[in-house]
């Protein structure tokens, strides 16, 4: 992998390129492709992008702060130590992506596929997830407490020791969920989904 030696912004990054410590504040990625590229401490802060994609990137202590994607892809992508407080992800498409060490403060996806994406342990407390394809993603004891997780297609994932307490889940897949290792103080769940966590307690339930 290269790393170029001056900053041009996001102009002219080749596939295998290392960036490091560029300020792409504010700007505009929508239909860029990046290709097996390494980001280290860069600026994504309130970046903009429509249609952007990233294939097999590494973004390592990367502020997404503010930033808004639609329509984007990161596929195979990893993420260590990203900031990415406040940022909205809209019909994205995150397949196959891993996070390590992240912050996720008031984060918020809409719509999307994340299927395959390891967020173990991730702290997840308050984001606001809808409407997106998270199929066996691995959230082995990810925190999600008072998060907003509405229609997500839970299926297949690894849920052990997840913490659901005061999360709003209503009409999510919860078909994977082991409710004796999960932690579902105050969560909100709808009549449907009372029915799979009371048959996962090993409960018979008749009409």
């Known amino acids: 992998m290269s790393e170029r030696e001056r900053g041009d912004g996001p102009d002219d990054v ?107 342990r991730a702290a997840l407390d308050g984001v606001h997830l809808e409407g997106v394809r998270m199929r066996e993603a691995d959230l082995e004891g990810a925190r999600l407490g008072g998060a907003t997780v509405i229609g997500v297609d839970l299926s297949g994932s690894e849920l052990a020791d997840v913490d659901l307490r005061g999360a709003v889940l209503r009409g999510t897949d919860l078909s994977a969920l082991d409710p004796r290792t999960a932690r579902l103080a105050g969560a909100v769940i709808d009549p449907a989904q009372a029915v799979v966590v009371a048959e996962g307690l090993g409960l018979v339930v008749t009409p």
């Open 14 to 120: 080749g596939p295998g390129t290392t960036v490091r410590g560029e300020d792409w504040y504010g700007r505009d990625l929508s239909g860029r492709a990046f290709e097996r590229v390494e980001l280290v401490e860069v600026d994504l802060t309130e970046v903009t992008a429509t249609g952007a994609t990233f294939e097999e990137c590494t973004f390592r202590g990367v502020r997404f702060n503010a930033s808004a994607w639609r329509d984007s892809a990161f596929t195979g992508c990893t993420f260590s130590r990203a900031n990415l407080f406040d940022a909205s992800f809209d019909g994205c498409k995150l397949v196959g992506s891993r996070f390590d060490d992240c912050r996720f403060d008031l984060l918020r996806a809409e719509r999307g596929d994340w299927s395959f994406v390891s967020l173990r």
